[in-house]
């Protein structure tokens, strides 16, 4: 595994053709979004500041804001990090504008979780280096902020390998964001002057572990009508290839009255879909359920009564914790999609055992409990290929299991060492180009698969969430209840016919439609309501 020092070492090149934005590579694998563009949804009325007299007011709007601009990479969780400190900045006094050439600051918040996402992440800063450098020559100054998951992991590595960067900021010191970027930018902010003052320096990371902030007043970065709840952080497994509890802390569920409020501020600026997010969603509640009294069961039922949330999605579980009250309650709450993203990362008990998961029979039971609980169920899994000491035999007998099993949805990643981490160390390593084989075999045995699940639903009424105009299919797309946004299929929606007496279609819309044919495993419909 590359250290961030050694990602660094080609940086020369890196230069010479990096652009901040998003890089195909590794979306699928990383589930990457960069989002340049501003917020959909503004933080609501009286988040920002305001004056309490005319004179005041017009002081306010004569003096300039100070532009900022954000690359956000890697996972949902990320996208929220990304969403609450540009409300903050928002709030405190800064515009938030797409264009980073435009922009005063640039916030590069990264993705540290498999070596593309590395790569890409130094990629994006060193654009953003570039952009910074172009300024000076042009005499604007601009200041370069990297936060996320490389900030909190390779935090000095970064201050010694980039002198380019201004700050390079972990998850505790997000909330000194705005005084620290009004700091360096020379310009008033309406920040406490002193909120960063522990904080000086290059270097702001802190624990991994940090209390929770308020996270309802954001910048959007999705769509507006879908957003990302998060209900915990952290992770307490020790699956030995993961290096994520070392920078994402200890698992912690976020108090009830936290998540409620923030899915009504969701609603409230139009998120019709929320899809939960954490390390484990589905063990939210189990820390604090001794003295709550209350887990993800009842915390679905109310979120199924806020006011506008249609959908609610469950991402990332964990293969434990699905106790009978949640089962029923995915089953029986109509909002609750039927849909699980549930990682099993392989079926072979040896492979299992080394990287420390449940094992295969404890997998099996809840995966057939699961479909036969819950009707219509589209089940998303993700499996790693080429783990150290994974044999031929094994990567067949994964094979094997996935043919018979037909998951709807399904991705696979080739092995990554993540420095840190025992696998990384485990003898036995297998080739990249073995790792790579074994999971392009995996996806393309599953392509015919999701083909073959598509043209079942061939015929079928279903509800559209109407997700915008493509412009390169020339069509509007959207997902029905058994797809996420991003990482799964989608559905092509034909415009009414003239005549029809239907509304034209619209981002945001949720559309009753006639699935009426296939392109490979998206769908293809026309609005019948």
Known sequence: MSSAASLLGSRAALLGHAAVGRSKSSAAATRTRAVTRASIAPPPSGSSSSSSDAATAVDVVAKPRAKVSMVSLGCPKNTVDGEVMLGDLFANGFDIVDDHEESDAVIINTCAFVEDAKNESVEAILAAARLKSDSAAGGKQKKVIVTGCLAQRYAEDLAVEMPEVDVIMGFEHYKDLPSSIGGLLGVETNADAGAAAGSRGRVRVGTASPPFRPEALRKRLTPQHYAYLRVAEGCDHKCTFCAIPGFRGKFRSKPWDSVVDEAKALAD?????????????????????????????????????????????????????????????????????????????????????????????????????????????????????????????????LMAFCREFK???????????????????????????????RRDQIIAQQQDISETYARSRVGSELDVIIDGYNPDFEAWTGRTMLEAPDIDPIVFVSEPEAGSGLTPLAMGQMRRCKVVGTSLFDLEAYPIR
């Open 407 to 437: 998951f709807e949805r399904l991705g696979a990643f080739a092995y990554s060492e993540e420095d840190g981490t025992p696998a990384a160390d485990y003898p036995d390593q297998v080739e990249m180009a073995v790792r790579e084989l």
């Open 269 to 397: 600026t139009g998120a019709r879909e929320l899809c939960l997010i954490a390390e484990d969603t589905n063990q939210w509640g189990m820390d604090i359920k001794k003295a709550d009294g209350r887990g993800l069961a009842e915390l679905l039922e109310a979120l199924a009564n806020v006011d506008g949330v249609e959908w609610i999605r469950i991402l990332y579980a964990y293969p434990s914790y699905f106790s009978d009250p949640l089962i029923s309650a995915i089953a029986d709450i109509p909002q609750v999609a039927k849909y699980i993203d549930i990682p099993l990362q392989h079926i072979n008990n040896l492979s299992l055992l080394r990287m420390n998961r449940p094992p295969r029979q404890h997998t099996e039971e809840l995966l057939h409990k699961l479909r036969d609980r819950i009707p219509g169920l589209a089940l998303r899994t993700t499996f790693i290929s080429g783990f150290p000491g994974e044999t031929q035999a094994e990567h067949e007998e």
